[in-house]
């Protein structure tokens, strides 16, 4: 009698074990399908990027070598400020700015995606509902337009002067 109730304590921690098991893996599951539906709207020039970065060794090796952080950069569309290149030739500035770069963007690939998620969350549901706003007082504009212009018709554009004082 001993050994069943210890056996169906054991499978009812297995069980328990399974469950949380499954509910990871459901999390994860929704988590990469999110990145799928992500990677689908990239840019062409985000797609070229993350080409880039898979070419030459990851994130961590182009952030690590300066010629590779450039041309990252370059790719990205953003520009080291103040770096510019005269007849094939560096300015100072710009590898003194490359370092600053590189520890912002090593620090960026630190931080915590759900962190960063919940943090933006405020700002992008405060300019959704702006855009939603926008959206609705345009369609109820375009929508009173539409109305006043099948509503409109011959009748509009009599004007007789005369019959105003007949009816008097």
Known sequence: MAFSIH??????????????????????????????????????????????????????ACISQDELLEQLIVKSGESISGSSR??????????????SMR?????????????????????FERKLEMQSKQLTDTIKSESDHIISSLLSGAHDRITDPVSPSFFI
Do not use: W
């Open 7 to 60: 056996s169906s304590l054991g499978v009812d921690s297995a069980n328990q074990k399974l469950d949380e098991q499954a509910r990871k893996l459901d999390s994860i599951e929704r988590k990469l399908d999110m990145i799928a539906i992500f990677r689908s709207l990239d840019t062409p020039r985000e797609r070229d990027v993350q080409r880039f970065l898979r070419e030459n060794g990851g994130v961590k």
């Open 86 to 99: 005269i007849s094939g030739k560096e300015t100072a500035r710009r590898t003194n700015d490359l370092p």
């Open 103 to 123: 520890k912002k963007l090593f620090k960026e690939l630190a931080e915590d995606l759900d962190e960063v998620l919940s943090r933006n969350m405020v700002l």
